[in-house]
């Protein structure tokens, strides 16, 4: 399985980006899908999850702000990320699991993972 990212960049603080994953591969060892994010000095943090059901996981810190979405025909994973803060500056990496459910997402380190795409918020 590949993942590859896209669609991050410099933005201001307030702005908007959309950040792609596109799955290639052996795709149907994909179900859980997910977004991580590791920021300057800081540790790895999940930042969104989607399970095979369609449930979904969001950080406390983007509540509100970011909405993961997926495309199972296009086999390709989104995250919608608005108002945008400096503290949201970080690498962005796509992760996917062959666990069906969010529980797992939350708690197991993934299977798969992206090389990352950078998103920079200037203040």
């Known amino acids: 399985v590949q993942l590859v990212e896209s669609g991050g960049g410099l933005v201001q603080a307030g702005g908007s980006l959309r950040l792609s994953c596109a799955a290639s591969g052996t795709i149907s060892n994909i179900n859980s899908m997910g977004w991580y994010r590791q920021g300057p000095g800081k540790e790895r943090e999940l930042v969104a999850g989607v399970s095979t059901g369609g449930m979904t996981y969001y950080a406390d810190s983007v509540k509100g702000r970011f909405t993961i979405s997926r495309d199972n025909a296009k086999n390709t994973l989104y995250l919608q990320m608005n108002s945008l803060k400096s503290e949201d500056t970080a690498m962005y990496y796509c992760?996917?699991?062959?666990?069906?459910?969010?529980?797992?997402?939350?708690?197991?380190?993934?299977?798969?993972w992206g090389q990352g795409t950078q998103v920079t918020v200037s203040s």
């Open positions: 992760a996917a699991w062959r666990s069906h459910t969010l529980e797992e997402l939350t708690t197991t380190l993934y299977d798969y």
